[in-house]
């Protein structure tokens, strides 16, 4: 057997606890990972599925569904539905022909017949756009890159 012990010294485990610590560093202060191509899909996925929930409730109950788009307040809600907010960094366009209600934010509104009066909302994130838009005539909502 040799005079010479296996296993690590010590300042052989400081070297690697103070790369760790480094390396957790830079991970900590680079912040969470964001996608942009994520953030506009999800903000077009929740205002189809408002949508397309205010399209649906409109026909069961024989009544007009109105949803309300404020892109100054970057929020949106159905009738008696929740309010709820755009993300910081999503850019928010109306699009024709979307009706302006009294207080500014516009509205596109569902006939018990499933038809609506149209309209739609452009969502940008980076280079990332994304298109939501109600057809006036079958009410359907469709949710596709901007061009």
Excluded: C, Y
């Excluded at 012990?5 to 760790?20: K, P, R, S, Y």
């Excluded at 408002?50 to 404020?70: K, L």
């Amino acid at each position: 057997m040799s005079d010479r012990q296996h296993g690590f010294t010590l300042i052989e485990m400081l070297v690697v606890i103070a790369i760790l610590g480094i390396l957790i560093g830079v991970v900590v202060t680079h912040g969470p990972m964001r996608s942009t191509g994520l953030e506009a899909r999800a903000a077009a996925g929740a205002l189809a599925q408002t949508f397309r929930a205010a399209r649906a409730t409109a026909i069961s109950h024989s009544e007009t569904v109105t949803v309300a788009i404020d892109p100054v307040r970057r929020e949106f809600a159905a009738d008696n539905g929740p309010v709820r907010r755009f993300a910081a960094g999503v850019v928010v366009e109306v699009l024709p022909p979307a009706i302006k209600g009294p207080d500014g934010a516009m509205l596109i509104k569902f006939s018990p017949d499933g038809s609506a009066t149209g309209g739609g909302v452009s969502l940008g994130v980076g280079h990332r756009h994304l298109r939501v838009v109600v057809d006036w005539l079958t009410g359907q909502v469709k949710v596709s890159d901007a061009l």
